[in-house]
């Protein structure tokens, strides 16, 4: 996205430093994703302000959008990236936005979780074949040579690997049972954690939260790891979840004008109690890469612990470390696209545990629950499609009839 940004800046004459820019000529390159996560690290890869698809459009909750076809955005190009994340009700309220004359670019990738909402925007776009496309085939994300990439690519593919479980230098699989997954999850963890990785580098995914290998059992055993109780650190209870000052914890709704959204992952700074304050209620402070938040007591439905979290929360970020595991109890939520999607949120070292039958059942099921759409058809029916081709050759001189090789010659 960089490299298309600057390359875009230099045919067209542009400055990339927003204070060149008016409120009247506003900066003319837009940066958007679905979720504020996914916006963070565009901008962090760019060096340019990126927002989400919802601050873009002028979301203002009850009031809706202050961008529609009757008041577009405005600028020279828009980059939408995690396109596949984007569902069919906000796509259309961001096409619907776009003026004439703006040129548009879809960052995905077709092979991860569709949307939350209903459609898969971008694999029908994909599969009508009347839009220019490029497809990239270099993975960045991973070091050059990274067995990581190699499963992803034979996962997309519905292949299983021979050497699966074979110990790679940034991958391994180590089996167990469901009953098992906490503790071993927990020395992974542990392990981790002694060879110098901060809490906010290892990251757990897990595609359901009940039962012994769920969420909410790993988020227990792994806050009694990373950040015990103790009695130099003040703990909150609400129901059965405790919160406790240093607690990783995940945005579970978007909160624009805090500047926080779904999926942001933060840290529990302070807590003070309803005898403390002129508020008179027990209020939690989570920090965000800065940003304080305040919730109250009510507010806590807001956020979980996120130790370990959703493969579907992850989605739009990546972690230095991802541990994964994989068991017959989650039989209802395995399949290819949610294992690919978790596999790919890893940089440098993936952990896969678990029951090496559970990971083939979920690579060979791929289309369980497939989306009925139209998008594709009424694309096709409405658009002629994109054929590649040479150029016809009785158009190819045209304004060249008295220009010969020579005239291109040096003297």
Known sequence: ???????????????????????????PILLAAPTGRAAKRMSEATGLPAVTIHRLLGWNGAEGFTHDEDEPIRGKLLIVDEMSMVDTWLANQLFKSITDGMQVILVGDEDQLPS???GQVLKDLLQAGVIPTIRLTEVYRQAEGSSIIELAHQMKNGVIPPDLTAQ????????????QIAEVVRQIADNARRKGFAVKDIQVLAPMYRGPAGIDRLNQVLQDLFNPKSEKKRELSVGDVVYRVGDKVLQLVNQPDDNVFN?????????FYAKENTEKQDLVVVSFDGI???????????????????????????????????VKSYYRMLKRNLLYTAVTRSKQFLILCGEEEAFKLGIARSDDGARQTTLTEKLQRSLAPITEGELPMEDANIGMENVSPYDFMND
């Open 292 to 326: 304080e938040v305040t919730y109250s007591r009510q507010d806590l439905s807001q956020i979980t612990h996120a130790y370990c979290c959703s493969i579907h929360k992850s989605q739009g970020s990546e972690f230095p470390i991802v541990i994964l595991p994989v």
């Open 263 to 271: 999926g942001d992952i933060g840290e529990i700074v302070a807590i």
């Open 116 to 118: 939350v909402g209903p």
């Open 168 to 179: 790679k230098a940034d991958r391994s699989f180590i089996r167990c049972q469901t009953g």
């Open 1 to 27: 996205i960089k490299g298309i940004v600057e390359i875009f800046a230099d045919l067209h004459g542009l400055s990339l430093d927003p204070k060149d820019y008016t409120k009247d000529h506003p900066f």
